[in-house]
C-alpha cells in the first residue's frame, strides 16, 4: 500500500500529527456527521507527536463535539498488548481522565502502511491463469484473508514454506494443479530433496557403503527433475516409483556428505598426531565412516599410574666412557651390562629380542650419532594407522618398505602395578578390548611387577593388531635406567615388511609358528618372550594366517 500524506487533527486539545496515516484510517477519523458505525475500521501504526513515537493498536468509536470536530484520547501505553495511545517509553500525554472506555484491540498497518504476511494458506489460478496466493494477514483474523497475486507479495520465507507443503502433499496425499511460478518451485524442490538428503536414516545410508566411496551418485539438478516429473504426475503409483528412487539417491548423497565429515576429522587428528610426534604418520579409513577413536590420547613416553613415581622411569644408570666409537671396549653399555652389542652398522637388529638392548644414555661421553643410539632417536619409518576391513577395528601399516630388523616403534602407555592391572582387567573383560602388556623380565618372588596399558592413552602401537605369524617382535630396551623391572619396549621389524602390509606381533608372546628356529628370535613354539600382554580368555582370531590358531588369549 502506498504511504498517504501527513495528516492533522485539529481540536481544542494538543494537536496530535499523525504522520504516513493510512488512507482507510484518514476516512475513519475524519468520517462526515452522517457516516454510519459500519464505517468504521480497525487501525494502528506508530506516529509522531511533538518529536516522539505514538503508538496506536486500539479500536475507537467517532465522538461528536458541537463544534463538529473530532477528538482521540490520548492514553497511556502500556506493556500490555492492549495498550492504548501512548509514546514508546510509556509516558502519558493525555490531558484527560483515564475513563474512558478501553474498546478491544484493533491492528493494521505498520508505520510505512504496509501488513505483514503471517502465512500462505492456499493457492489458485485466476481467470487469466495467473497464481494467485490466499494471504492470512499478521494481526487479521481468517476472516479478513484476502487472494493476492505474487507480485504483491514480498514474503519468501512464508511463500517457500506454502510450495514445499503443498509439494508434499501433492506427493504422498492428494494430487492437485501447482503453481506456474517455476522460481518456487525450484526452491521448493532443492529443499525437500536437502530435508531429505539430511533425515536419510543412518541404516540406509550405511548400505551404500557396500559399493564403496567412489560411486557417483545423480547431481541435485537430474534429482530436482525427477521430483518435478513426480508432481505433476497424476499417477499415484508412478509418484511413489519415483519419490523411492529419489530417496535411494539421497542415501548416497548423504552417505557422501557424511564421508566428507569423516575425512575432514581424519585429517585432522593426523595433523594433532604429527604435531606431537616424530611424525611420518598417516591416517586412512577406506572402509566404514567411522572417525577418529574417542577417549585416546597420544603419547611420545611413558606416563607412571596410580602409587607410582614418575622418577622410577629414570633409575640408576653408568655412562660410558668411549671416545672414538662405541662396542669397541669393553667399558661400552653393552658390554658393561653383560649383553651383546645389539645393532648394526645400519642399525638394525642382530640379537635375539630377549637377550635385552642396553643403549647409551644421557652419562655416556659419545655424542648424538652413536651407533648404539637407536631406540632412544625415535621412529623413522613411516607409518599409516588404519582401519581393517576384517571387523578387527584399526591397525597399523607400512607407509614404505622397512628393512629386516628395522626399529619400529615404542610400546607406550600408562605404568601401572600389577595390583591395578588385575583391577582394570576386570572391567576390559566386559567389554572385549584390553591393551594390558605385561613387563614380566623379574621373578615376582625378587620384586614389584608392573604391567603397561595403553588403553587411553599411547602413540601408534596402540593400534598394532595380534597375529599368529607376526611381521614385528617386542624387545626389551635399557636407556636411562637399569632397572630391570621397567624396561621400554621396542618393536623392530622380523622380516622385510612391504610398503602397505600390517603390521603385527604376537599378543601371546613372540613364537616361530612353524616349529623351526628363527636367525633373530632363535625360539621355537614352546618359547617366548618375556614381552607378552597379560593372559586372558580365549578369543577368536581373525589374523587370516595360514599359521593361524584359532584363537589367542
Known sequence: MADPNIEQVCM??????????????CDVLFAEEESSEESIKE???????????????????????????????????????DSGFGTEDGSDYSNFDDTHKR??????????????????????????????????????????????????????????????????????????????????????????????????????????????????????????????AAVNDKCSKRREQIIESIRDHCALLRM???????LELLKKWEDSLNSVGPGGLSVENNVDLDGPPSDFMFITQNKTGPGLNSCMLLGQVAGCECIEECGTKETCCPNMAGVDWAYSAKSRLI?????????????????????????????KVKLCIFRTSNGRGWGLKAGERIERGQFLTTYLGEIITSEEAAKRDENYEKTGLSYLFDLDMMDPDEGQMFTIDAMKCGNESHFINHSCNPNAHVAGVWIETNDPAVPLLALFARRLIRKGEEITFNYQGDQDQRGKGSSVTDKTDNESDNFQPVKKKAKKCKCGSRFCKGFYF
Not at 481544542?12 to 484510517?25: A, G, H, I, K, N
Not at 556428505?257 to 569423516?262: H, S
Open 256 to 262: 557422501k556428505q557424511v564421508r566428507k565429515e569423516q
Open 103 to 228: 474498546a478491544q484491540r484493533w491492528k493494521g498497518a505498520d508505520e510505512q502502511g504496509e501488513y505483514e504476511v503471517q502465512k500462505i494458506v492456499d493457492h489458485r489460478f485466476d481467470k487469466d491463469g495467473k497464481d494467485q496466493f490466499f494471504v492470512k494477514w499478521v494481526g487479521w483474523g481468517s476472516q479478513f484473508n484476502t487472494w493476492e497475486p505474487l507480485s504483491y507479495l514480498n514474503c519468501h520465507e512464508n511463500l517457500n514454506n506454502f510450495m514445499r507443503k503443498m509439494i508434499l502433499d501433492i506427493l504422498l496425499v492428494k494430487w492437485r494443479p501447482v503453481p506456474s511460478c517455476k522460481t518456487l518451485l525450484l526452491n521448493a524442490y532443492r529443499s525437500i530433496i536437502d530435508q531429505w538428503i539430511k533425515n536419510t536414516p543412518k541404516g540406509m545410508y550405511l548400505k551404500k557403503l557396500s559399493g564403496g566411496f567412489k560411486q557417483k551418485g545423480l547431481a541435485l539438478s537430474s534429482l530436482t527433475k525427477m521430483l518435478d
Open 12 to 25: 481544542s486539545y494538543p494537536t496530535v500529527v499523525l504522520s504516513r496515516l493510512p488512507q482507510d484510517v
Open 43 to 81: 487501525v494502528s501504526g506508530v506516529y509522531n507527536y511533538e518529536g516522539k513515537d505514538i503508538r496506536i493498536n486500539n479500536s475507537f468509536k467517532r465522538q461528536k463535539w458541537s463544534n463538529v470536530q473530532y477528538w482521540m484520547p490520548v492514553l497511556p501505553n502500556t506493556q500490555s498488548d
Open 351 to 379: 640379537v635375539s629380542p630377549r637377550s635385552g638392548i642396553f643403549e647409551c644414555n644421557r652419562f655416556c661421553s659419545c655424542g648424538p650419532e652413536c651407533p648404539n643410539r637407536v631406540v632412544q632417536c625415535g621412529r
